[in-house]
């Protein structure tokens, strides 16, 4: 199965500052389509997951553009420009390109 | 306004069977894969099953391959997960989701496998 390896696991963060989520997958996760299947997820506490992010860098509609994703091989990176109080909660990476799919630990982020 | 409703949870002992359902409105239900995640606190998020927009194929996690199966109805726009011989480990809150052009999820829903 592939691996995904989030860091940090916690994320203390001071409002209006950047963070910068990583996932690392154990295998490459580009689909014979050409599309790479790497979504984020953003898990607000009591909520379901809600995607922000698409296929590494698209952004879902109605997600606030602080909200940014990039790639960089099998490293994969979520971002948010300046943080804001209603983006605590659980972030989590997840990859469809293998079967079986599987989301990453989650980065808790924390004011 | 997405809304995907899902039902049949609760408490059921080792072996038993629960059939859950999920009911999508407000999207394209026909034109998008549906999956089942489920969510417990010592694993976190885990992809169970899923299938594609017509329903010809499905795919499960190995850990409950011949126990659980999964169909839709795309003119009820709904899908089912049916889980026979639960086991305390498939104790979690059970998600619906919808992938597609969009990604939509359920309100989630509780489980339990207990003696």
């Known amino acids: 199965d592939v691996v995904l390896t989030q860091s940090p696991l916690s994320l203390p963060v001071t409002l209006g500052q950047p963070a910068s989520l990583s996932c690392r997958s154990s295998q490459g996760l580009v689909h014979p389509n050409g599309n790479t299947n790497l979504d984020w997820f953003q898990q607000r506490p009591g909520q379901s997951p809600r995607r922000l992010i698409y296929h590494v860098s698209y952004r879902d509609s109605g997600v606030p553009d602080r909200f940014s994703g990039s790639e960089s091989g099998t490293e994969f990176t979520l971002k948010i420009s300046r943080v804001e109080a209603e983006d605590v909660g659980i972030y989590y990476c997840?990859?469809?390109?293998?079967?079986?799919?599987?989301f990453g630990q989650g980065t808790k982020l924390e004011i | 306004e997405v809304q995907l409703l899902a039902s049949g949870g609760g408490l059921v002992q080792p072996g038993g069977s629960l059939r859950l359902s999920c009911v999508g409105s407000?999207?394209?239900?026909?034109?998008?894969?549906m999956n089942w995640v489920r969510q417990t606190p010592e694993k976190g998020l885990e992809w169970v099953a899923n299938i594609n927009p017509d329903g010809s194929q499905k795919t499960f996690v190995d850990s409950v391959k011949g126990r659980f199966t999964m169909s839709r109805d795309n003119v009820k726009n709904s899908v089912t997960l049916q889980m026979n011989s639960l086991r305390v480990e498939d104790t979690a809150v059970y998600y619906c989701a919808g992938w597609g052009a969009g990604s939509y999820w359920g309100q989630g829903i509780v489980v339990t496998v207990s003696s």
């Open positions: 997840v990859q469809y390109a293998h079967w079986p799919h599987t």
């Open positions: 407000g999207f394209t239900f026909n034109t998008y894969w």
